[in-house]
């Protein structure tokens, strides 16, 4: 599994963006799929997560609402659609595989990660 997110940018408070997650390598169709975030000066925290299949999803409380989390197995590459952005959500996002085909929120349940994408929001 070789992950490569993409997606990131500058916007503004208020706006959208959507993170892609590709796998590159061999195909994590039969793996959950979760986002993380790190901002400077922190520890990478959950964001959100999705079931190999597709069908069940989790987020952090602080982006329920306004992220949504899909996937497209036959394209390899799973979602992030960002709205109503905060300048609290600036920080480097990353996708990582699941060691499984659940979808759960710590770290150490992922086994591939990617090499992150930026996302500024300015006030």
């Known amino acids: 599994v070789q992950l490569q997110a993409s997606g990131g940018g500058l916007v503004q408070a208020g706006g959208s963006l959507r993170l892609s997650c590709a796998d590159s390598g061999r195909t994590f169709s039969n793996n959950g799929v979760g986002w993380f975030r790190q901002a400077p000066g922190k520890e990478r925290e959950f964001v959100a997560a999705i079931s190999w299949n597709g069908r069940q999803a989790a987020y952090a409380d602080s982006v329920k609402d306004r992220f949504t989390i899909s996937r497209d197995n036959m394209k390899n590459t799973v979602y992030l659609q960002m709205n109503s952005l905060k300048p609290a959500d600036t920080a480097v996002y990353y996708c990582?595989?699941?060691?499984?085909?659940?979808?759960?929120?710590?770290?150490?349940?992922?086994?591939?990660w990617g090499q992150g994408t930026q996302v500024t929001v300015s006030s």
């Open positions: 990582a595989a699941a060691r499984g085909s659940g979808y759960g929120s710590t770290v150490s349940e992922y086994r591939y």
